[in-house]
């Protein structure tokens, strides 16, 4: 299955959910106000959110003017460009040695995540080091183990309870003297009242940083792609403990709502770099942003 349609096919339940009234709302009918509210409802539908909305319109009715557009069959086109330049940033290039600190919420999927993402380094080439900095769930160590075999991949971990910095110094150290080209860091699902482990996860940060100075740092959060509006809030919490440059939206092909993925870019300006588009070790994608505008606006 290729890339393009692992995407539609995860987008399936959004565009289930909005695209009988879309290809609706562009198949004839009037430019006038009722075009643009009824617009206004189904992409709220879609939960791209009050204020990436009210930002999508605003673009659209400028560039209708602009253009001089009268038809609102065109009208899909303009609005396809606007969620295209919501969506593009411009990514830094991977470099090698890299670490990635993987943060998140109880639950989102980081420890599968994980497994996919070092699967991917794997196939490109890449050596691969998991460190298991998650030492405050029982059995994540175990989980991550799992992984790790079914990637082909090394894992640096501790027993529970350990301390999670310890752990991350360990695994640093062991990935560099093997010349490992990817260290991937997991570390504990938590929430903001939390403050002990966005501590913990604050002091991380600082371990890498000195420890590896010469590695290129990633740090991504992983969020799930069915809570919705509230995913915006988790990056909010997890950008004042660490500076957040990517996130990994899992679950995308168990939501109607795969709009807060332009909610996430427009409010919060940090991009959708990975899709989780289903279960297995091959089911995370680079994020591609054709691919998403298509498989949520085209009428196909």
Same mark, same amino acid.
């Given at each position: 299955?290729?890339?393009?349609?692992?995407?539609?096919?995860?987008?399936?339940?959004?565009?289930?959910?909005?695209?009988?009234?879309?290809?609706?709302?562009?198949?004839?009918?009037?430019?006038?106000?009722?075009?643009?509210?009824?617009?206004?409802?189904?992409?709220?539908?879609?939960?791209?959110?009050?204020?990436?909305?009210?930002?999508?319109?605003? +673009?659209?009715?400028?560039?209708? +003017?602009?253009?001089?557009?009268?038809?609102?069959?065109?009208?899909?086109?303009? !609005?396809?460009? @606007?969620?295209? +330049?919501?969506?593009?940033?411009?990514?830094?290039?991977?470099?090698?040695?890299?670490? @990635?600190?993987?943060?998140?919420?109880?639950?989102?999927?980081?420890?599968?995540?994980?497994?996919? %993402?070092?699967?991917?380094?794997?196939?490109?080439?890449?050596?691969?080091?998991?460190?298991?900095? +998650?030492?405050?769930?029982?059995?994540?160590?175990?989980?991550?183990?799992?992984?790790?075999?079914?990637?082909?991949?090394?894992?640096?971990?501790?027993?529970? &309870?350990?301390?999670?910095?310890?752990?991350?110094?360990?695994?640093?150290?062991?990935?560099?003297?093997?010349?490992?080209?990817?260290?991937?860091?997991?570390?504990?699902?938590? !929430?903001?009242?939390?403050?002990?482990?966005?501590?913990?996860?604050?002091?991380?940060?600082?371990?890498?940083?000195?420890?590896?100075?010469?590695?290129?740092?990633?740090?991504?959060?992983?969020?799930?792609?069915?809570?919705?509006?509230?995913? !915006?809030?988790?990056?909010? %919490?997890?950008?004042?403990?660490?500076?957040?440059? &990517?996130?990994?939206?899992?679950?995308?092909?168990?939501?109607?709502?795969?709009?807060?993925?332009?909610?996430?870019? &427009?409010?919060?300006?940090?991009?959708?770099?990975?899709?989780?588009?289903?279960?297995? @070790?091959?089911?995370?994608?680079?994020?591609?942003?054709?691919?998403?505008?298509?498989?949520?606006?085209?009428?196909?």
């Amino acid at each position: 299955m290729g890339i393009f349609q692992k995407i539609k096919n995860a987008l399936k339940k959004t565009k289930d959910a909005i695209a009988y009234r879309l290809n609706k709302l562009f198949t004839g009918g009037v430019l006038n106000g009722e075009f643009y509210d009824e617009l206004e409802m189904i992409l709220l539908s879609a939960d791209i959110g009050s204020e990436t909305t009210e930002s999508i319109l605003d +673009d659209l009715k400028h560039e209708v +003017d602009k253009r001089h557009i009268t038809k609102t069959d065109d009208v899909r086109v303009v !609005l396809k460009e @606007i969620m295209h +330049d919501i969506l593009d940033f411009e990514l830094p290039e991977e470099e090698y040695p890299l670490v @990635i600190m993987i943060a998140g919420v109880n639950g989102v999927g980081k420890t599968t995540t994980i497994g996919k %993402l070092a699967n991917n380094y794997k196939r490109a080439g890449k050596s691969v080091t998991i460190v298991a900095a +998650d030492t405050f769930r029982a059995a994540a160590a175990d989980q991550l183990t799992v992984w790790a075999e079914r990637a082909n991949v090394r894992i640096v971990k501790q027993g529970e &309870g350990a301390d999670a910095a310890a752990v991350v110094y360990d695994g640093l150290q062991s990935a560099k003297s093997k010349g490992t080209q990817v260290t991937l860091i997991d570390t504990a699902g938590r !929430l903001h009242n939390k403050v002990n482990l966005m501590e913990e996860l604050k002091k991380i940060d600082r371990v890498i940083n000195r420890e590896f100075p010469k590695a290129m740092r990633l740090n991504y959060i992983v969020l799930d792609a069915t809570t919705g509006q509230n995913a !915006l809030s988790q990056v909010d %919490l997890f950008n004042e403990a660490i500076d957040i440059d &990517g996130i990994v939206l899992t679950k995308l092909d168990g939501t109607a709502k795969g709009g807060v993925v332009l909610a996430i870019a &427009g409010e919060e300006e940090v991009p959708v770099v990975y899709v989780g588009v289903g279960e297995g @070790i091959d089911d995370l994608e680079k994020f591609d942003i054709d691919d998403f505008v298509s498989g949520i606006v085209d009428n196909e």
